[in-house]
């Protein structure tokens, strides 16, 4: 058996640090508050198989397509142009998929021997649930109804300096009721953005800051459906801050945490590990685990070439404790 050296370096220990003082800040706040029962929960169920499988994480790692929702300042890391897509299997009849397209940027300098570096993304999250059971205000039955969330990402990135990048994500956000009563739909539509900051300190040590949701609302307004009846209702998504680091062993593993909290005192934690096997370069295979906020997680990953592009098929399973089984996701990506 090959024996595999890991050598200490500073570098480590810098991430050990950060790693220990995200563990500590969290477990010494109150977990009093939470998010749960408010409005947006779609966009807080994490997304694409390789983050979660490591616990929902993503805020800190580079390069990674899917940055348009963990963290737009990522972009700028990318190699190559990316197409994106994720299914998630999920109990209680709900539904939770993505499309996506990522893509680096090299704009011209303002000075001549100087490169910029920057990246765009968009994408589409589509979350909803049917059979749902409608009742009048005696309690009687009215019939079935579906309802479904969605969120449309326009995201952008400048790589300021060769160790900071920032990134800056519009999306609009639309929901609604189809056919809540006959011949008649209740929407709702407001724009919310996202914003991050990636920093790389030293070499393989990357730290990342997100704000998510700042303005993002569901403001719904019955009048049109019932008139004079109707009432205006405003519901205001949790703003998420995040906070974490990863680092990149150069024996193929990466390690990254991070800790989460809301406006509403919800603190959370996410940890995951990635294990990429090296040797067999063109192709990847990679192993990972995850923590998020007490729920496990596990999966793995294939990389692989076709022609000229690459293709990058991911595997997640969410052990939870709530729903009547567990989550799957699965992810497909093409780069090129």
């Known amino acids: 058996m090959q024996k595999i050296k890991c050598k200490i370096t500073s570098k480590s220990i810098l991430f050990s640090v950060i790693i220990i003082l995200i563990f500590s800040f969290s ?3 109150s977990f009093a508050g939470t998010n749960a029962g408010t409005a947006g929960a779609f966009l807080r169920m994490g997304l694409g198989a390789r983050d979660l499988a ?11 397509g899917y940055g348009i929702y963990y963290n737009p300042a990522s972009l700028p890391y990318l190699e190559k142009r990316t197409a994106l897509t994720t299914y998630t299997y999920l109990a209680l009849d709900r539904q939770l998929n993505f499309v996506g397209f990522a893509s680096p940027l090299h704009p011209p300098a303002a000075q001549p021997g100087k490169k910029l570096s920057a990246g765009v ?3 589409w999250i589509s979350a909803g649930t049917g059979d749902l059971v409608g009742r009048n205000n005696s309690g009687g039955i009215t019939g079935e109804f579906d309802y479904f969330d969605n969120a449309f990402y326009f995201a952008f990135a400048l790589r300021l300096a060769d160790r900071v990048s920032v990134g800056f994500a519009p999306k609009i956000l639309y929901s609604y009721f189809p056919d809540l009563t006959e011949n008649e739909s209740l929407t709702t539509s407001r724009l919310g953005f996202d914003a991050g900051i990636l920093v790389n300190p030293v ?4 730290v990342g800051v997100q704000v998510r949701n700042v303005n993002a609302q569901n403001r719904w307004d019955t009048s049109t459906i019932y008139g004079s009846d109707g009432t205006t209702t405003t519901e205001k998504f949790p703003q998420i801050y995040r906070f974490g680091a990863s680092y990149i062993f150069d024996f193929g593993l990466l390690a990254t945490a991070e800790l989460e909290t809301s406006d509403y005192e919800d ?3 996410h940890a995951g590990l990635e294990y990429t096997y090296l040797e067999l370069v063109p192709y990847a295979f990679s192993l990972r685990a995850g923590y998020d906020d007490s729920d496990l997680a596990f999966g793995f990953g294939a990389g692989f070439d076709v022609w000229k592009v690459r293709g990058q098929l991911d595997y997640a399973y969410q052990i939870q ?16």
């Open 27 to 29: 477990a010494g706040n």
């Open 54 to 64: 490591m616990g929902d994480v993503g805020v800190a790692i580079p390069g990674n």
């Open 121 to 123: 993304g968009v994408g």
């Open 203 to 206: 070499d393989r040590l990357y």
């Open 267 to 269: 603190n959370q934690i």
């Open 321 to 336: 404790d709530v729903p009547p089984f567990d989550s799957q996701v699965i992810s497909f990506a093409v780069s090129f």
